[in-house]
């Protein structure tokens, strides 16, 4: 690419990085180490961000992750589309659109515009109505000078044209191609640059983040385009994954060939389902997957960052598309860091995994009983949370009247329904994170109720 180009385009995402730097330092976040996602991609030169949709800004727990610095960037996930935009031919509604924006502004997170012109989410009296190709490039025209009008200096980007292809490279049949021919991919972007000077231009769709035809034909289309002297800034890899059809093949290497052809390139969607349930098997597996989207996204220095299509399993659009499918993104449904993907994510972008530090005061108990009826024999493992111990003394309570028979690995008493364990000469010492087992036989009659409450030197045990 020539480096007059390559400069200005640096140039612009530095303003934009420089702008959203200002902004964070604004709202005054605490200054630390890099660790979270977008700080972590920020301190190579990219974004982290997560797609979101209106209902969900309502859910203060869920916002607060989403505005946290996790995330650099948000693209909204329904409420630009056209037919939030002009549900009524020339009637403009951007309540929902500027809902998204000003909760990013005020976080100093950039905005993805998606999407100005796709297949799906058409309002009906445009899907119903019967137009020339004349009416047809005035209407596209028209919603992109207002859309993209409106929403000028605030959007990063804009996602041009969504899913122009079909899988096998063919342009999908739609109310646009048919009508307009391939043409109406230029008028669009004409039309966004005419509106919005600034934001890069995007073409985005599902099923190209590796080699093949469908992506073939992108490269193609993005080589004509420039020859013809069309404006298109960037290529959008949606990266919708599942771990059963297998990664897709030479993702960087597909990446760079865009780069080369002098365009920056971004993961725009990326999630990673599987058929459910989750297993450990299957969770190593797309945990991977996460990795090398990770790494192929920073092999290649055009690729300008990474969204997840929301960052959470309990807004996910997948099990509501595909039955049975799910667990797809790095937070699960209660909002909590899935260790495994989420680490994945973090380790691949440079950082220490960023689960939750192990603690470091307390201890946690296991209980298990191996029950002939009559008797049974009780094994505890005590891990210590906390900082090394020499001697320990666990202390816990039956609810019936098992009585102690015999222990091993610890010297073990009962006063009534109170059962105390003492450490043995050789399993005294326990380092933080060490753990120890010790079990005894018990005899009972009539119920018995694995006890619930267990202290490990006077404190309580998880
Ligand atoms: O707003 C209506 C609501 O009033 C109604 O009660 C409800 C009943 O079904 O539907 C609501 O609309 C839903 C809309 O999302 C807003 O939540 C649609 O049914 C639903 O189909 C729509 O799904 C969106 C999907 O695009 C449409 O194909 C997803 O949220 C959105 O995440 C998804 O995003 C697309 C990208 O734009 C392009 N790439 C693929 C990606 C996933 O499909």
């Not at 000003?102 to 905005?111: E, H, L, N, P």
């Not at 220095?301 to 807004?315: A, E, H, Q």
Request: net charge neutral; proline share 4%; hydrophobic share 35%.
């Amino acid at each position: 690419m020539p480096s007059p180009l390559r400069a200005r385009l640096t140039a612009v995402l530095a303003l934009s990085l420089g702008a959203l730097l200002a902004v964070t330092a604004l709202v005054s976040r605490p200054a630390s180490a890099a660790s979270t996602l977008n700080q972590l991609a920020k301190a190579q030169g990219r974004y982290f961000g997560s797609a979101t949709d209106n209902p969900e800004l309502s859910d203060t727990a869920y916002t607060a992750i989403l505005g946290s610095d996790e995330f650099g960037a948000i693209t909204p996930g329904n409420s630009m589309k056209w037919d939030a935009t002009e549900p009524s031919q020339g009637q403009f509604s951007y309540t929902k659109g500027d809902a998204v924006v000003s909760f990013a502004k005020a976080r100093g997170q950039i905005v993805r515009g998606h999407t100005l012109l796709w297949h799906q989410q058409l309002p009906g009296w445009l899907t119903s109505g019967s137009w020339t190709a004349a009416q047809l490039t005035s209407i596209l025209q028209n919603h992109i000078a207002n859309v993209a009008g409106h929403y000028k200096g605030q959007v990063y980007s804009w996602d041009v044209v969504n899913e122009p292809f079909n899988d096998d490279g063919t342009y999908r049949s739609d109310l646009w191609s048919n009508t307009l021919g391939t043409g109406y991919i230029a008028t669009a972007l004409k039309a966004a640059r005419a509106a919005d000077p600034n934001a890069k231009l995007y073409i985005n769709d599902y099923n190209i983040d590796g080699t093949g035809a469908k992506s073939d034909a992108m490269y193609n289309l993005v080589k004509s385009l420039q020859a013809q002297g069309v404006p298109i800034d960037g290529v959008g890899f949606q990266g919708h994954l599942a771990i059963q059809y297998g990664f897709p093949t030479n993702m960087q290497q597909n990446l760079q060939r865009f780069a080369d052809l002098g365009v920056d390139v971004a993961i725009t969607e990326l999630d990673v389902r599987m058929v459910l349930p989750a297993d450990a098997t299957k969770v190593a597996t797309q945990a991977q997957y996460y990795t090398n989207v990770v790494k192929a996204c920073l092999g290649v220095s055009r690729c300008v960052g990474i969204t997840i299509w929301d960052y959470t399993d309990k807004y996910s659009w997948i099990p509501g598309v595909f039955s049975g499918q799910g667990s797809a993104l790095p937070w699960d449904e209660n909002l909590a860091k899935k260790p495994d993907v989420y680490g994945a994510i973090n380790t691949a972008l440079g950082g220490s995994g960023g689960g939750t530090p192990p603690p470091t005061t307390g201890c946690k108990v296991a209980y298990s009983a191996n029950d002939w009826g009559s008797g049974f024999t009780a094994t505890v493992t005590i891990t210590n949370q906390g900082p090394a111990i020499s001697g320990w003394t666990l202390k816990y309570s039956y609810s019936g009247d098992q009585k102690l028979s015999q222990g091993w690995n610890g010297t073990w008493s009962q006063s009534g329904k109170d059962v105390t364990v003492t450490n043995t000469s050789w399993n005294g010492t326990l380092a933080t994170g060490a753990s120890i087992s010790a079990g005894a036989n018990f005899t009972y009659t009539g119920t018995n109720t694995a006890p619930t409450a267990f202290a490990v030197n006077g404190t309580t045990c998880t």
